[in-house]
């Protein structure tokens, strides 16, 4: 079913991703490349991308939002993960057990693997390889999570199984800039850095595919739906398969109406304020001045002058060059604002609807947020 919360697990639920899906497929099944890239900007779907491909091909998909510098969350992740696993892939399991058994500080019992992070850590490179040894592909979603010394030591461990066990990784993120730098697109330093990576992007869905993932979905939900409400949830919701699922399971419980779309928007952009603010608040001292920039690009101030004019006007004073490009570059390597280039004109544009929503205030011109 396409009104369903929760990510998808199965081919028939996920909506008109095939070229991605067998993108991701033939990556992992024709080890071409040791690592493959997923980028998307939030709610796309790339959790569910991964959780499809693995229920065809045996796969591990580990959750690092929210691990930060936390070697302790990191590793319990890890163990969590290999459980589902274990789960969901009895038959192979039996075997790959076996070769855990093998793994240093990794401790197996009757309850499941459990992976220890004290003084005698478990050997991450020992672990990927025993699992590549079984066909086994290992997937880290949002991987830009990652902070301090522990983002530098995984991506030495990645680095040295790139180049020495054939196991498949593939990394997610939402926050595109962040994982290029995680992987060292451009940084000689990073651990990653000269590895060929292929990338798989998802985009949002254009007009007329949110209208038939729309249709589609209400009826197989035996729902006949008014054109006029589709057409408007679709304006709004600009493509986001996220927000369309959310509009479409309101709809099943309270009926389709224009109004639910209001609602819809107004809870979506309570949510994505919160995120917005855990970003602002890692990017201190200037938070400010980073969410005035988004603030002006949400209100249609979309090229570089008319963002510098917006801002001069309301510190009344002059800003320098250097000071708005750090401001636009953190909004774009965290995926929040997308830069469009269109011969020698360059566009800002927020890339969620709901957020820029929230950033104009809401509902009434009021806030969803303090910070709003």
Sequence with gaps: MYFDLKPKARREDLYDRERELEDLMRALVSGKYPLTVVTGIRRLGKTSLLLVAFSEVPGVLVDLRGVGQSRATLY??????INRFAEERAGLWERVVQGL????GVQVSEF???????ERRA????????LAEYGVAVAFDEAQSL??????????ILAYVYDHVDVKVVLTGSEVGVLYDFIGVEDPEAPLYGRDFHE????RFDHERSLDFLRKGFEQEGLEVDDEVLEYACRKLNGIVGWLVTFGVRCVERGARKEVVDEVLEEASRLVAAEFEKFLESHKPAESRILACAKAIADGENTWSRIKRRLEDAERGEIADPVLHRALRALVKASYVERIVEGRNVYYKIADPVLAHALRGGKGGKPPHHRY
């Design 76 to 81: 319990r992740r890890l163990s969590s993960a």
């Design 101 to 104: 058994r093998r793994v240093s």
């Design 112 to 118: 499941g693997v459990s992976l220890s992070w004290g």
């Design 123 to 130: 050997d991450l490179v020992e672990l990927l390889s025993r």
């Design 147 to 156: 902070r301090g010394t522990l983002k530098r030591e995984f991506a030495e």
């Design 200 to 203: 798989i992007r998802l985009s």
